[in-house]
């Protein structure tokens, strides 16, 4: 959002506050509290009708320092609010004539207290982060509407690049973007996002986090091209900066204060197939496509019936469509007996025509409007409603009905959808910010759902498939991009989308193999085979199209199977990577600067990627097979070929189906299975490993 125009001018519906000068301050335990007056005081009479800036330090944890700017303290300040786990943090705190100085581990914050010169620096080892100073920190008054906004203006510094704010299609340096914090359904050619995370990092080493649950809006190098910008409509905004001092570094202390990503089961690593969403499909077309991937020798893990297995116009009922599936129970246990886990698809609305809409509403477990009603639309199902997850109540009634499904065969669910939050004469049971709730209404739908798997299946083996996402919805794998296109630009843009959410603490990330949209051409399927199945998650899955190699040609088949195969035969490297995402924070998908952080040729590359410490990926996204990529310094071995490749330069190649650059790094021990069949299997058993250029001593 833009308060100016320009340099010098303010935009004239707004009324603008700064701090100009340090005032005063004072200690509570270890929080320091900091006046700042909007006006150079000289006499007493200066103090008089202005705005003062309440402005307090704090440290979660070290390494960490929070900033809580506030205006009006009175003013209402409703839930939600993220979760945030704090760690007890030494702090010091020491002042001279020119300075008072906050220090937690390795930032600290050097506030001005000269005359005229409001202003804060945030230092690290590696010298000045960032700093607010003239004109940055600011209140805004609507002349027109009295609607207030509070912003922060971070600097950015010559060379330095902003990443993260969530899963965004856009470029992934976010370097003169705007970009505002709310969840919509935009599929992946658009600037909106499933995933608004209020969090960036930059390659100087640090991280923001803009501890706000609501439409926060970001002015990245846009509205002042000098500053990262970001207010939202209230009376107060929090934030912290965490300093790394690696990229890694910034994510470990990120996940420790929003959590970390829970360990999907090892079997959810496997191929997933769909029955797509608008095609026509029972039992038998489903037998037929399990039936045809083992004749074809290509192992299938996951099936996935996706939205139609309830009735139309009665999502969500929880029931199969006895018409389609008259004997759910005994298809399940057949496709159990094959070695299959089986995943639903639900999402948190109740449709009018649901036998659950009538119980719901009695039992007063649907969102409501302010005049005690209902809230419903006809976008989506006719008359849908939405449950309310702020009540307790309504969260174990939704949950037993998903039990029934647990109880029948079903292993997982796709959480799909939870962006559609309206936010007009709402109330919530827990009396919760409607504006707020917009975003992190997905937060409790995803929780509510992933408690359960994990009440019923053990902690270590539940997992969602999951479309939207807010702070701290890691903690809930695995999220999937969204509605991608048949197309290679939109293959381009979904491994974007996951670049700059794995910056966020995403650990597992998936995506339509193929395109959700439109139907893919032989070719363009083949090539996002290959990169589906070097991801965390590998699904097939379509829109009104089905996903099953041989609707493509015979040769997508060889290749499905040759790519399921190695996936299985890498699976103790790659679970050993899902560890350290669950332990660390460190995602499994990684942009080539999170691992190379001194190389700058790294910090702007989004068609390659890091699975891991030692994989690295660049998917062919042309149709003639050519790829150019970068290779960090060393001695880098393709790891289907064992060609042996010198790096620190750009490599152009040419594919064919059965290949892509799949480059080991130098030093690096790969431990390969001796399983090609299933993701889980004793790893230990008949275990390989496999050393590359690896160094004297």
Known sequence: MKFTNGFWLIRPEFI??????????????????????????????????????????????????????????????????????????????????????????????????????????????????????????????????????????????????????????????????????????????????????????????????????????????????????????????????????????????????????????????????????????????????????????????????????????????????????????????????????????????????????DEGMEKGYLVKTKDGGVWQTDMWQPGMALVDFTSEDACKWYQSKLEELLDMGVDCFKTDFGERIPVRDIVYNDESDPLKMHNYYTFLFNRTVFELLERKKGVGKATVFARSATAGSQQFPVHWGGDSTASYPSMAETLRGGLSLSLCGFGFWSHDIGGFERTASADLYKRWCAFGMLSSHSRLHGSDSYRVPWAFDEEASVVLRKFVKLKCKLMPYLYSQAVKAHTEGIPMLRPMFMEFPEDRACETLDMQYMLGDSLLIAPVMKENGKVNYYLPAGRWTNYLTGEVINGERFSKEVHDYMSLPLMVRPNSVIAAGACDSRPDYDYFDGITFELFEIEDG
């Open 16 to 357: 603008p506050s700064y701090p100009v000068e340090y005032s005063m301050h004072e200690l509570n335990g270890n929080n320091l509290i900091l006046y700042a007056s909007s006006k150079h005081i000289s006499t007493r009479g200066d103090m008089l009708n202005i705005p003062v800036f309440t402005i307090t330090l704090s440290s979660p944890m070290r390494d960490v320092i929070k900033v809580s700017m506030c205006h009006f303290k009175g003013a209402p300040y409703k839930k939600p609010f993220f979760e945030i786990y704090s760690e007890e943090a030494a702090v010091d705190i020491y002042e001279n004539n020119q300075t008072i100085t906050y220090k937690s581990g390795n930032i600290k914050a050097e506030i001005c207290k000269e005359p005229n010169k409001w202003g804060i620096r945030f230092i690290g080892p590696q010298g000045e982060l960032t700093n607010t100073g003239f004109r940055n920190m600011g209140y805004m008054k609507n002349r027109i509407t009295g609607e207030a906004f509070i912003l922060e203006q971070l600097a950015i510094d010559v060379g330095e690049y902003i990443y993260g704010l969530g899963e965004r299609f856009t470029p992934f340096v976010k370097n003169g973007q705007v970009v505002d914090m709310w969840n919509e359904d935009g599929g992946t050619a658009s600037e909106i996002a499933y995933k608004n995370i209020p969090f960036y990092m930059t390659n100087k080493g640090y991280g923001v986090f803009v501890d706000n649950a609501g439409d926060v809006s970001f002015e990245v190098a846009s509205e002042k091209v000098e500053r990262v910008q970001f207010s939202a409509k209230s009376e107060r905004l929090d934030y912290y900066i965490i300093n790394g001092p690696s990229p890694k570094d910034v994510v470990r202390k990120y996940t420790t204060l929003t959590g970390r990503p829970a360990l999907p089961p090892a079997w959810s690593f496997g191929l997933w197939l769909t029955t797509s969403f608008t095609t026509s499909y029972d039992e038998d077309t489903v037998t037929g496509f399990i039936q045809g991937m083992a004749d074809r020798d290509i192992p299938l893990h996951v099936f996935h019936f996706d939205c139609f297995w309830m009735k139309g116009y009665q999502w969500c009922d929880f029931k199969w469509d006895d018409e389609v599936f008259p004997d759910p129970a005994g298809m399940l246990k057949r496709y159990k007996e094959r070695g299959l886990k089986i995943c639903v698809w639900i999402n948190p609305y109740i449709a009018q025509k649901s036998y659950l809409f």
